[in-house]
């Protein structure tokens, strides 16, 4: 029966991981405006500085782009604003970088969020641009809130920059998305479902796997406890040999342990055995 048991249990073990697994899988690369993008998880302050700093390259390049191309003025004044924040702090990040890390890699393997926007002119190219710089910027808010949020500023000056950081951008998150409701009428929403379900997939990124992972855990523990609960009643409760098939040297020497028959008589029976 143990055995029966610590069969099911298993097999009931292997079932839910082979499920539990895809799903983490699944919320590690979530969606966003129709784009897969994975979380940016910021676990120390050279984390923050490594992730945050391609990532500011990328929203300057994509600003510097539509600069020269927009045909609004709020857009180019806003365009420009963005080169100037967000290459003095690239700049800065990239000096700590060097002084305090210099043993560590100082590049990553960074995916591009925003679109190409070639070809894109007029409200087409403004309204990729905001579609695409809100997600951009709602990232660059959650790197630094998890930097804030968890202690992990080893100095100040990191802190303050992820506080700054925080806070521009989303000021600028809002004023964006009061020029797609403007310009745009119905994009608001659609937007804001996309912000939406991006924020909700990070969290979940957080929490599902840490969940699956203690799942995994707890399976593992509580089959382990079976395993060595059946092995030692099993062991325990083990029939004893039937006495007919005990080997009769092995019957006669226990009888001469127990004292039940003489010194004499074990030995006349053990050579009657030898015969």
């Known amino acids: 029966m143990w ?3 610590t069969s099911r249990l298993i097999l009931t073990a292997a079932l839910l991981l082979a499920l ?10 979530p969606m966003m405006g129709g784009r897969r993008h994975s979380m940016t998880v910021i676990d120390s302050e050279y984390a923050f ?16 782009d539509l600069r020269d191309r927009t045909d609004r003025q709020e857009m180019r004044t806003f365009a420009e604003s963005i080169i100037r924040s967000q290459t003095a702090e690239l700049e800065q990040m990239s000096t700590w970088l060097t002084d305090w890390y210099p043993q560590q890699p100082h590049e990553v393997d960074y995916h591009r969020m925003m679109r190409n926007l070639d070809g894109l002119t007029g409200d087409a190219l403004d309204r990729a641009f905001l579609e695409d710089m809100i997600p951009h910027h709602m990232e660059a808010v959650m790197m630094s809130q998890q930097l804030l949020a968890r202690g992990l500023a080893e100095r100040e000056e990191v802190a303050h920059l992820a506080s700054s ?13 009061r020029w797609l409701s403007e310009w745009f009428g119905g994009a608001q929403s659609m937007h804001w479902r996309d912000v939406t379900d991006m924020m909700w997939h990070r969290w979940a990124n957080w929490l599902v796997p840490g969940l699956v ?21 099993s062991k325990s409760t083990a ?7 005990v080997p009769p ?8 342990a127990r004292g039940e028959i003489s010194r004499e008589e074990y030995l006349a029976a053990r050579k009657d055995l030898e015969i």
């Open 3 to 5: 055995k029966r048991t």
């Open 20 to 29: 539990a697994l895809p799903l983490a899988t699944a919320t590690a690369q």
């Open 49 to 64: 500085l490594v992730h945050m700093i391609p990532h500011h390259a990328e929203a300057i390049a994509t600003a510097s």
């Open 165 to 177: 950081i925080r806070t521009t951008q989303r000021d600028e998150i809002h004023q964006m998305n």
């Open 213 to 233: 992972l203690g799942l995994i855990g707890l399976l593992t523990l509580v089959v382990l406890v079976i395993w060595i609960v059946s092995a030692t009643v």
């Open 239 to 245: 029939p004893r040999g039937d006495p007919s098939t």
């Open 249 to 256: 040297r092995e019957v006669l020497d226990t009888r001469y």
